[in-house]
């Protein structure tokens, strides 16, 4: 089902990070799709955009942040940097790091949670078909965390995902019971995703989430590339710091 309403429009444009011969580092704002899908409903996506404004119609992303995530995206310049970025891929040589921001005040300052992950499937109080939950028959999934700070019943983290499941990073913290910020999936709201997938992105909706959107961002890529190790930071992104400044200190 598609949202009747229109979803809201990002308030941001890519931009890029790092460029290199063969690649470019882009931030990806959020709300912006990682490259074209068919769809009742025009959203701008990185790939496109980034085709326009280069010129190179070959670009490509090796991997995909999902349309509310912000942060570093990877798109290759031609074909021979896209097989050598799959081979990294594969090898688990590109490294992450990914900030959240989530309810709750973990009692532990680093965590890593090796939980296989699968589908929820529907039924009971699950009503959203591709929730993925910590399950005996899982696909192995492990995601290192390390709290940066907490203030007000809220914690920023870091996570490492060292596999790279569907929604691995928030079905991990909801299993952690702290649950992120803006998440219609796995956030506090079971009601949420529903309510979106009727009505799109109401302000009430907004209001009862806290954002838009899902509270992650990938902040920092990493990776090995002709004998040297490429490093790309984003900052977090404005949104996101400006929820977290908000928030009284502890």
């Known amino acids: 089902m598609t949202p009747?309403?229109?979803l809201l429009p990002p308030t941001e444009q890519p931009r890029v990070i790092l460029e290199h011969p063969d690649f470019y580092v882009v931030h990806k704002p959020a709300l912006w799709l990682t490259h074209p899908v068919r769809a009742r409903i025009e959203v701008p996506d990185l790939l496109s955009f980034m085709q326009a404004q280069t010129g190179e119609s070959d670009l490509a992303p090796p991997h995909r942040l999902d349309r509310e995530t912000s942060g570093?995206?990877?798109?290759t310049r031609d074909a021979d940097a896209a097989r050598t970025f799959f081979t990294l891929f594969k090898a688990h040589l590109v490294?992450?790091?990914?900030?959240?921001?989530?309810?709750?005040?973990?009692?532990?300052?680093?965590r890593t949670l090796d939980a296989p992950l699968g589908d929820l499937g529907l039924g009971g109080a699950n009503r959203v078909q591709i929730r993925q939950a910590v399950v005996p028959n899982g696909r192995p999934a492990i995601t290192d965390f390390r709290v940066v700070d907490r203030r007000a019943g809220h914690a920023l983290?870091?996570?490492?995902?060292?596999?790279?499941?569907?929604h691995q990073i928030r079905a991990h913290l909801s299993?952690?019971?702290l649950p992120m910020v803006g998440d219609k999936i796995y956030g506090r709201?079971?009601?949420?995703?529903?309510?979106?997938?009727e009505t799109?992105?109401?302000p009430e909706l907004t209001a009862r989430l806290g954002l838009p959107?899902?509270?992650l961002h990938a902040a920092r890529i990493a990776f090995p590339w002709a004998g040297a190790q490429v490093v790309a930071e984003v900052p977090l992104a404005p949104d996101l710091q400006a929820y977290w400044d908000a928030l009284p200190p502890d």
Do not use: C
Request: no cysteine; aromatic share 10%; charged share 25%.
């Open 4 to 6: 009747r309403t229109p």
């Open 72 to 75: 570093a995206q990877l798109l």
């Open 95 to 110: 490294g992450k790091r990914y900030l959240a921001v989530v309810h709750g005040t973990p009692d532990w300052e680093r």
């Open 157 to 166: 983290i870091e996570a490492y995902p060292r596999s790279g499941r569907l």
């Open 175 to 177: 299993h952690l019971g």
């Open 189 to 197: 709201d079971p009601q949420a995703f529903l309510d979106f997938m």
């Open 200 to 202: 799109g992105q109401t």
């Open 213 to 215: 959107r899902q509270a």
